[in-house]
């Protein structure tokens, strides 16, 4: 089927408001609520407002185009979607997270119609995390005769590193051919019909080292007349699992791997392509080779992207069962309802993508620990298997919580009066602030690890476990050599675990043979579960939070929600043998005098940054990672410390700040330098810095182009100490998609043409337009000189 853009011209209006407002898609309405303090999300959606969103957009069609087929697919809309054309109600679907379809074949009229889609999140809490509002991913209308191949109507099968099996679905008379061909670039390297297997000679084999890409592309044929045509990528890899762990075409992979939520910070929930891929490509760069979809089937772009730049992906499909985590989320009678769709949508969307070698059915499902849950185990992991049995099943299992709901004291769910028992949709931003709570929160981590390893926990891995072909354990590092002993022959993997105990976790990864990974909570920090990783001060004296503004982030990721990499990254590199030289944090001295909390999942907020004009003399921590036995600190050529490391990292308390340079020396075991690492002070009076990522976009509604903005000083470096308000105009033929900061308490948007930095940055995404022309985008601010820059776009 033709497929065709479906983005543009839409209008969008809350219910019970007469605001509408003009877009293209994606589209997150959240972003454009109040945030306060007593919304119904709660800080599990960084206290944004929800609602009903109607979108709709106006379509005029020829009488010749009303008599084809035509299918609408929308690939995430949160949530409780409705589909209405001229009126008339023709889909529904209840879950946020994974594509569908609606057929408007014969309900579409000549001329003028209007297709209406309601986005229903309106009821809250109903998600732990920030969900976004609205049709947050692309729109795309497919076209065809009455003889079509489907939409996902390519299926290859890999069934050893040189045979693929291509089977084509749809819609077509007897007579008609499927007829396949395989092309490597544009040479076709083997063709024939749907259904056959294809023998590839010396097959170029896709892994994340080597992201080696085909094209199946099918026609239906008759009277040698192409009737309709399709095409889908794919990569020839194969996987197997066992008790020597997790293989990708014959060798043993580590899964160095991260979780991620689906939003991608200052643009919340919309999934563009350039920023699906923007994400892959820095969590490359960060050294991961893995990530998870937590916790729901990711989007189209990520996939294309994990395809194309080599990342292997776990893609989950629930966050909950018939245990509902929050009130109104989708769990219970409605996943009862809907989950075998939304489990087929997953699969039939991930099918042919390379990247996706685990299908997770759950995320610490509490109902594992109760009878009826682990039938709905067996059932779904059958269930997945029909479809695609060629990827091992998983989940995310935190045995503390089946144990729970085993004993009749689950923590989610109703009580015995049949009350909800609370939300899942609380953050961390409310608890208070002092050396208690820090060793607290410490104590509850451990708790929650011990559990895992407890009697009740080996009875729930018997029942539930071995259902799955690599079950993935939540904070249970305390169970990993246990499981070892007790089923030897049985692969697992660290599906979420701290990212503090990545030096413990990792040894355990390289020691136990059927061990495959670890996924550290979290790769990427993310909007919502506000404050759960976040870093917070109070005055000694007031005892006051010294930031205003509500928490927007959970603040537990090793890149921030601008894709900036903490020094945390660096230290990720060195414990994966992926570089040798050390990595320099530096604790805020902005905040030198004031009480520090800590976080179960982040215990650093410390940033790459020796620029603190205002705190000379002050003192302050500095965190080098480095695996080598001895580090010494030196500031401006002279040493000022020298210590031992201790798991890859050494800190080094007190060290006075001295503009200039500091550096970190990793010295081995016989006294010799074999790394170095350099911070600068800025110098002079501060200058705003633009740099585009790319400064030349296609004009098709979608191209972004991310620019980082800095205060730095006259050598270019960074100020860390120095934040204002910035201002930015976009000109010509794009405009201004985001602007905002990783600043944690938020007390402004971002879709606004101002924001304050944090930590002397910020970050804006441009967006183009349809028609070709130059864009020009200016950044001032007070005191300071504009600068600008132009973006060329093009047809």
Not at 180 to 209: C, H, M, P, Y
Not at 465 to 483: C, F, H, I
Not at 515 to 529: H, I, K, V
Not at 739 to 762: C, L, N, Q
């Amino acid at each position: 089927m033709l497929k065709s853009d479906f983005n543009r011209g839409w209008t969008v209006r809350k219910e019970g408001s007469d605001k509408i407002r003009k877009v293209n898609l994606p589209d997150d309405a959240m972003l454009f609520e109040a945030r306060r303090k007593d919304a119904p999300a709660g800080s599990g959606s960084g206290y944004f407002e929800t609602g009903k969103y109607i979108y709709e957009k106006e379509w005029d069609i020829s009488e010749e185009q009303a008599g084809k087929t035509l299918i609408l697919e929308c690939e995430g809309v949160y949530q409780n979607a409705s589909v209405l054309l001229n009126g008339e109600k023709l889909n529904e679907w209840p879950y946020g997270y994974t594509n569908f379809f609606t057929n408007l074949s014969g309900k579409v009229q000549p001329g003028r119609n209007v297709l209406t889609v309601i986005a229903d999140n309106e009821k809250a809490p109903n998600s732990r995390w920030y969900s976004g509002s609205g049709i947050y991913r692309e729109v795309s209308l497919y076209e065809a005769g009455d003889q079509y191949i489907d939409p996902e109507g390519i299926r290859v099968d890999v069934i050893s590193q040189s045979k693929v099996k291509i089977s084509v679905s749809g819609s077509w008379e007897e007579g008609t051919k499927a007829l396949v061909q395989i092309l490597d670039g544009d040479q076709v390297v083997a063709q024939g019909e749907s259904g056959e297997t294809f023998k590839l000679e010396n097959a170029r084999l896709w892994s994340a080292e080597t992201p080696e890409l085909y094209i199946a592309k099918a026609c239906l044929v008759k009277d040698g007349k192409v009737l309709d045509e399709a095409c889908a990528r794919f990569g020839i890899r194969e996987l197997s699992w066992g008790p020597k762990g997790f293989k990708v075409n014959g060798k043993e992979v580590l899964l160095r791997g991260g979780c991620i939520h689906h939003d991608n910070g200052i643009l919340g929930a919309a999934a563009f392509r350039d920023a699906e891929y923007r994400k892959v490509r820095i969590l490359k760069e960060a050294g991961f080779n893995a990530i998870r979809s937590s916790h729901n089937p990711a989007s189209k772009a990520l996939l294309d992207a994990c395809d194309e730049l080599g990342m292997y992906v776990m893609d989950e499909a629930f966050d909950m069962w018939l245990i509902q985590k929050n009130p109104f989320d989708f769990g219970g009678d409605t996943f009862k309802a809907w989950w075998k769709k939304d489990v087929k949508a997953m699969v039939q969307k991930d099918v042919n993508h390379p990247s996706v070698v685990m299908y997770s059915l759950g995320n610490e499902i509490s109902d594992l620990g109760i009878a009826e849950g682990q039938e709905i185990e067996k059932e779904m992991a059958a269930y997945v298997r029909s479809l695609d049995d060629s990827r091992p099943l998983t989940m995310g299992i935190n045995l503390m919580l089946a144990v729970m709901a085993a004993k009749g004291k689950g923590l989610y769910g109703k009580d015995k009066d049949g009350n909800d028992k609370g939300n899942g949709a609380s953050g961390l931003d409310n608890m208070p602030t002092s050396s208690v709570f820090n060793a607290m929160m410490n104590k509850m981590g451990n708790m929650m690890d011990m559990a895992a390893a407890s009697a009740g926990a080996d009875k729930i891995v018997e029942k539930v476990s071995g259902v799955l072909d690599m079950p993935g354990y939540n904070y249970a590092t305390s169970r990993y050599k246990k499981e070892v002993k007790k089923y030897p022959l049985r692969p697992f993997t660290g599906s979420e675990t701290m990212p503090q105990n990545l030096y413990k976790n990792w040894q355990l990864v390289k020691k136990l043979p059927n061990l495959t990974g670890d996924f550290m909570w979290t790769s990427w920090d993310y909007l919502g579960e506000s404050a759960i990783g976040t870093i917070q001060y109070k005055d000694k004296k007031t005892k006051q939070h010294v930031e205003e503004g509500l928490i927007i982030s959970g603040g537990a990721g090793i890149i921030d929600i601008c894709g900036k990499k903490r020094p945390e990254v660096g230290w990720g590199k060195l414990i994966w043998n992926l570089t040798d030289q050390p990595t320099i944090g530096v604790d805020p001295l902005t905040h030198a005098d004031h009480f520090r909390q800590a976080s179960m999942w982040r215990v650093t907020d410390a940033i790459g940054s020796w620029s603190w004009p205002g705190y000379e003399g002050r003192k302050t921590n500095v965190t080098v990672y480095a695996n080598t036995p001895v580090v010494e600190l030196l500031i401006n050529g002279q040493q000022v410390a020298k210590g031992k490391t201790k798991e890859d990292k050494v800190i080094f308390k007190d060290i006075v700040y001295t503009p200039g340079k500091i550096e970190a020396l990793a010295i081995d075991a016989a006294g010799r330098e074999i790394g170095r690492a350099l911070l600068t002070s800025a110098e002079g009076p501060a200058r705003i810095s633009l740099k585009p990522e790319k400064t030349s976009l296609t004009a098709n509604g979608q191209d972004l182009c991310f620019v980082d903005i800095d205060l730095v000083g006259e050598n270019g470096e960074t100020i860390s100490s120095q934040d204002q308000k910035l201002s930015i105009r976009v000109e010509g033929a794009a405009s201004l998609q985001a602007f905002g900061s990783a600043r944690p308490h938020m007390a402004e948007i971002f879709v606004s043409d101002t924001h304050t930095t944090f930590y002397g940055k910020a970050l804006a995404v441009i967006r183009a337009g349809y028609e070709a022309g130059k864009a020009v985008v200016t950044v001032s601010g007070e005191g300071l000189e504009d600068q600008r820059f132009e973006i060329e776009i093009s047809k």
